[in-house]
């Protein structure tokens, strides 16, 4: 069983920075997908990030250029920058994971992910 744990969220004015950490556990030894969703709160789930087992990632056209995924496999740790925040981006975010033999950026961004975080907070205030 995957479990997984956010933390880095916090409250920023328009232009700061925060960097998102998905901490995990109980990885299976054959790889795995890990993304990053957000939920403001009234709208759907979105996907905001994903990022394969050696490190391709893939970004929602909204944070491109501003967002960067990086990920930590010795320590099971996936890091999302985010950079040059917006009003817009303050949501609920959550990472999820799901066990997997393929990998690409494509793949793991269309992927169905299983295994979900608590998720952390991001507020962006102008």
């Known amino acids: 069983q995957v479990q997984l744990v956010e933390s880095g969220g916090g409250s920023v004015l328009s232009g700061g920075s925060l960097r998102l950490s998905c901490s995990a556990s109980?990885?299976?030894?054959?790889?795995?997908?890990v993304g990053w969703f957000r939920q403001a709160a009234g709208r759907e789930r979105e996907k905001v990030a994903t990022?394969?087992?050696?490190?391709?990632?893939r970004y929602t056209d909204s944070v491109k250029g501003r967002f960067t995924l990086s990920r930590d496999n010795d320590k099971n740790t996936v890091f999302l920058q985010m950079d040059r925040l917006k009003p817009e981006d303050t949501a609920m975010y959550y990472c999820?994971?799901?066990?997997?033999?393929?990998?690409?950026?494509?793949?793991?961004?269309?992927?169905?992910?299983?295994?979900w975080g608590q998720g952390t907070q991001v507020t962006v205030s102008s």
């Open positions: 999820a994971t799901f066990p997997t033999h393929s990998s690409g950026a494509r793949y793991c961004f269309n992927g169905k992910y299983k295994s």
């Open positions: 109980g990885y299976p030894d054959n790889g795995y997908c």
């Open positions: 990022v394969d087992l050696f490190g391709e990632s």
